[in-house]
């Protein structure tokens, strides 16, 4: 079983900058942030697995930052240049033992 905890969604301005975190329960290979928007579908913003390996969304590529603390079992989503179109909840996600785990998800609003 494994417990994720996101924090520090918000308030921001377009062009602003906010910084996602997510605490797990245990040591994980690979993590990825999603999001959702109000009508929409989840969609895969970011991951990160061994070695460090990342990926992104063509949408954030650029502007958003993964990355993990190994002996924190954090990860974390730096974004900046933020623009209206990224207001979604954003959600942690974490793959183990052939299970997909979800935090609870935290709000990011961006306003023009």
């Known amino acids: 079983q494994v417990t994720l905890v996101e924090s520090g969604g918000g308030l921001a301005q377009a062009g602003g900058s906010l910084r996602l975190s997510c605490v797990a329960s245990?040591?994980?290979?690979?993590m990825a942030w999603y999001r959702q928007a109000p009508g929409k579908q989840r969609e895969l913003v970011a991951g990160?697995?061994?070695?460090?390996?990342?990926n992104y969304a063509d949408s954030v590529q650029g502007r958003f930052t993964i990355s993990r603390d190994s002996a924190r079992n954090t990860v974390y989503l730096q974004m900046t240049s933020l623009k209206p179109e990224d207001t979604a909840v954003y959600y942690c996600?974490?793959?183990?033992?052939?299970?997909?785990?979800w935090g609870q998800g935290t709000q990011v609003t961006v306003s023009s």
């Open positions: 996600n974490a793959i183990w033992a052939n299970s997909n785990y």
């Open positions: 990160i697995a061994g070695g460090d390996r990342t």
């Open positions: 245990r040591s994980i290979y690979a």
